[in-house]
């Protein structure tokens, strides 16, 4: 078990989660984490893998208005929509 670290609970309520913490576990600023607890009382903080809402896999997936997609499901939903972003040369 590692060393305990002491973090003060925010006037809102928040918990800073230690630079050195974010970075060794690679969570960048802005990603979601899962916030489970234990019948311990505990508070388990594990970082979050992105999963596809509709079809479960956890590769290629991207987040589309808060929304997890993975690449496949990405395409079904948008299709119609120009995402190239070419320019227009005329
Ligand atoms: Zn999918």
């Known amino acids: 078990?590692?060393?305990p670290m002491y973090k003060k609970?925010?006037?809102v309520?928040?918990?800073?989660i230690p630079s050195q913490l974010r970075h060794s576990l690679n969570i960048?600023?802005?990603t979601a984490v899962e916030i489970r607890t234990t019948p311990?009382?505990?508070?388990i903080i594990k970082k979050h893998i992105?999963?596809?809402?509709?079809?479960?896999?956890a590769d290629n997936v991207k987040?589309?208005?808060e929304v997890e997609l993975c690449d496949e499901c990405a395409k079904k939903f948008v299709i119609g929509v120009d995402t190239d972003?070419?320019?227009n040369e005329r």
């Open 85 to 87: 972003g070419n320019d």
């Open 28 to 30: 960048p600023k802005g």
């Open 63 to 65: 987040v589309i208005n």
């Open 13 to 16: 309520g928040g918990i800073t």
């Open 9 to 11: 609970v925010s006037k």
């Open 50 to 57: 992105p999963t596809c809402l509709c079809c479960g896999a």
């Open 1 to 3: 078990m590692n060393k």
């Open 40 to 43: 311990d009382d505990e508070i």
